[in-house]
């Protein structure tokens, strides 16, 4: 039999020299059946992520009768979770007659570092079904922070990593992107300081990744950089941005995504064109999402021409990508590009949804006259569109009573098919505090006490109704 020392060599090399792949071959049948061999080769086959030696072992594992050893089953779940071939794993896994907290736990850390999380918290649920009671590690604290997470209960995620926290369990890189994933809403920020973190959620992140984290990839990068830009710390997804270019040489298309929002949401044109510049080097400019958020990273900076140009060189355009391009004209003001866009993609048979709708009503509330307010209301509510909301006849609402047409606003508000919201009676009565119509405003401020009281107590403003007295009420504040 050949020593460890030869077979650690052949193992090693098998992948780049097929004459190591013979030689094993014809070791493995006659030095190979005993558990303690396959687990030295298996061992060797982790450490070097060797899939193709590991599929030839796993052969032989099954053929000489050991499949059913939890031991050589760990080991092998272990380097399919690790080649992100859980399929594999999955079926290593229920071959065996007795499963351990051990192969339990490989199973579930493939899942969650796939992010699975369904099937990691299906996973442990049913390793409690089994009888088996897993220590408190990193891995049954990850399962259930990856699977609460992944099913939407962020709240119950960042209990549970309290708690891992309480127990002394120190986190790992992929605990730590499921902490981040739960904290992606701005209601988990009070929450913070309890978990031993700063409050703003830019420092947050940095002190879970650039402090706990030992090493980042393209997904990590990812994970980190839209954490900052969904709880709106723009500016510190930009400085992630950077330094992950010192590490990657190409983000991926999430990542490219979150930095052009934030790009938008704070004007940093530079920045903005540097990306663009990435995106190009990386091949996605014609990707549909990435040109729409350019167009919008453009428009919002000022830059109407360079989001023009993006439109234009797009090779098909989707409703999100026309309502880029609208919004960005709607910002300008340019009524007659907004007409012309709206021309163009219905000429293409596509119909505006609400979010375009509301940017061209938001354009037309501060610029347009009357009669094209109109005009352009009878087209958009014609044929019933589905996509028109009780903010859109607000809009509309606040149009008509801006220019003092306030008979033909509460007409409105009254023969509206969607009932009525506390906006749409409050930009109302603002107008009639504007115009002096108190009779109106009193009927207003009537029907805005029944919508919400809140809104109500808003509404006795001197600034909102010059004349509050005329409408029997008392200011409150």
């Known amino acids: 039999m050949e020593s460890p020392c030869a077979l650690d060599g052949l193992i090693i090399n098998l992948s780049a020299d097929e004459e190591c792949q013979a030689a094993l071959m014809s070791i493995i049948p006659a030095g190979l059946k005993k558990k303690r061999e396959v687990h030295r080769a298996l061992q060797l086959c982790n450490q070097s992520k060797d899939l193709v030696t590991g599929r030839q072992l796993y052969a032989v594992i099954v053929k000489h009768g050991l499949d059913s050893s939890s031991l050589l089953a760990d080991y092998l779940i272990r380097l399919f979770g690790s080649c992100a071939l859980v399929q594999e794993a999955s079926y290593v896994f229920q071959a065996l007659p007795q499963r351990t907290v051990y192969t339990w736990h490989a199973l579930i850390s493939a899942y969650t570092k796939l992010g699975d999380g369904h099937s990691a918290l299906k996973l442990y649920h049913g390793m409690l079904l089994d009888g088996i009671h897993p220590d408190k590690d990193v891995v049954s604290w990850c399962a259930l922070i990856s699977g609460y997470a992944e099913y939407g209960h962020s709240h119950l995620a960042i209990d549970m990593f309290k708690s891992m926290q309480g127990e002394g369990v120190k986190p790992d890189n992929v605990t730590f992107l499921w902490v981040l994933k739960a904290c992606g809403s701005l209601e988990f920020l009070p929450d913070m300081p309890s978990m031993g973190m700063a409050c703003k959620p830019s420092k947050y992140l940095s002190f879970c990744s650039m402090k706990k984290m030992t090493s980042h990839d393209v997904v990590s990068w990812g994970v980190i950089i839209t954490g900052c830009v969904e709880n709106g710390s723009c500016l510190a997804a930009l400085k992630f941005y950077e330094k992950m270019a010192k590490e990657v040489t190409f983000p991926d298309k999430v990542t490219f995504l979150a930095c052009l929002r934030a790009c938008a949401y704070t004007c940093t044109i530079v920045e903005g064109r540097w990306t663009h510049r990435m995106i190009v080097m990386s091949g996605l400019e014609s990707d549909i999402a990435i040109c729409s958020s350019l167009v919008d990273m453009y428009s919002r900076c000022g830059c109407i021409v360079e989001a023009c140009d993006v439109f234009e060189k797009c090779p098909f355009r989707d409703i999100a990508m026309w309502g880029s391009m609208i919004a960005g004209y709607a910002r300008h003001g340019s009524r007659s590009h907004v007409e012309k866009c709206l021309r163009g993609l219905q000429h293409e048979g596509l119909e505006p949804n609400g979010e375009l709708i509301t940017s061209v ?27 028109v909301s009780v903010e859109h006849y607000s809009c509309i609402i606040n149009i008509l009573g801006r220019v003092g047409q306030l008979d033909e606003a509460a007409g409105l508000v009254h023969t509206m098919p969607i009932s009525p919201n506390a906006i749409s009676w409050t930009g109302l009565l ?6 002096g119509d108190h009779g109106l405003g009193y009927r207003c401020f009537d029907q805005t006490k029944n919508v919400d009281m809140e809104a109500c107590s808003f509404t006795h403003s001197p600034r909102l109704v010059p004349n509050a007295s005329l409408l029997g009420e008392t200011p409150t504040y």
């Open 361 to 387: 009503l938001s354009m037309r509330n501060h610029t347009s006259p009357l009669d094209i307010c109109r005009a352009y209301c009878e087209h958009l509510f014609k044929g019933g569109n589905s996509d």
């Open 430 to 435: 603002t107008s009639c505090g504007t115009f």
